[in-house]
């Protein structure tokens, strides 16, 4: 049974900066992973997408150069390294995972993890 969960939300200062992690367990082969938020009244959207080898990585243009996609496999996590937040990034951070070659933006997860929230408010 594939597992996904997540950790490192909190509240953080406009400007500041977070690492999300997502340790993943129970597949078979690797996963294509994929970070998503959600506001109250508002769809979840998509964010960020790493392949199962690590090697192509989609970040979405509203965080693009501010948002780090990234996953480990020697511990089996992935990771999203946040920077210079802003109070709209306020929301809750979901991983998901796809068997799939890419984690792209319109991609349906087959997996998802519980949420973290993070709050950017000063």
């Known amino acids: 049974q594939v597992q996904l969960v997540e950790s490192g939300g909190g509240l953080v200062q406009p400007g500041g900066s977070l690492i999300l992690s997502c340790a993943t367990s129970?597949?078979?082969?690797?996963?294509?992973l994929g970070w998503f938020r959600q506001t109250v009244g508002k769809e979840r959207e998509w964010v960020a997408g790493i392949s199962p080898t690590g090697r192509t990585t989609l970040i979405d243009d509203s965080v693009l150069g501010r948002f780090t996609i990234s996953r480990d496999f020697t511990n089996n996590t992935m990771s999203l390294q946040m920077n210079r937040l802003k109070p709209e990034d306020t929301a809750i951070y979901y991983c998901?995972?796809?068997?799939?070659?890419?984690?792209?933006?319109?991609?349906?997860?087959?997996?998802w993890g519980q949420g973290t929230q993070v709050t950017v408010s000063s």
């Open positions: 998901a995972g796809a068997n799939r070659v890419q984690f792209a933006k319109g991609v349906q997860p087959d997996y």
């Open positions: 129970g597949a078979v082969s690797p996963l294509a």
